[in-house]
């Protein structure tokens, strides 16, 4: 179908930055690669994610889970590989990677350029993925040297 081939590779090159989500405490704490996260209001400062269904993490969200958003560098490319995989249920996700609490428990990446504490405001679905969007309360700049990961896909169709 030449038509969907079209709009597949042009939605490919709709650039997107690099973050890592990270939710829950202690033994509850997970973690995913996110592609799909932009600002999406100034006052309050809000921001939308979207989750593919069938992650369990968008269930602990769609619940009011709260959540923290690392955004990667270029040169933090080894949590890709690390979250890129995917974690099930109590599988620990952050074995090996140097991390700090929020005041709320939840992880943040030191090696990161920064980091937005999310509380769930409302989502959507959206064909396969659920879109959220959340406030954030509260973030900080870790990196300011650094440029943030851009990501290109050949296709739209898939990551």
């Not at 269904?53 to 933090?76: C, K, M, Q, T, V």
Request: proline content about 7%; overall charge neutral.
């Amino acid at each position: 179908m030449p038509q969907r081939e079209g709009i597949e590779r042009i939605m490919g090159k709709i650039p997107s930055g690099i973050s890592i989500l990270t939710i829950g405490t202690e033994e509850n704490a997970s973690g995913m690669l996110a592609s799909w996260v932009m600002q999406a209001g100034f006052e309050p400062p809000m921001v939308s994610v979207a989750i593919k269904h069938g992650r369990y993490i968008a269930d602990r969200i769609s619940e009011g889970g709260p959540f923290n958003l690392n955004l990667i560098g270029e040169g933090h490319g080894l949590h890709l590989k690390h979250f890129g995989k995917g974690f099930k249920p109590g599988e620990p996700a952050f074995e090996g990677i140097d991390i700090v609490h929020c005041p709320r428990g939840i992880p943040i990446l030191r090696k990161s350029l920064g980091h937005l504490q999310c509380e769930p405001h409302v989502h959507a679905d959206s064909g396969d993925h659920r879109i959220f969007i959340a406030r954030v309360i509260r973030g900080a700049l870790a990196d300011d040297e650094q440029a943030p990961m851009v990501h290109i896909r050949n296709s739209g169709s898939h990551y």
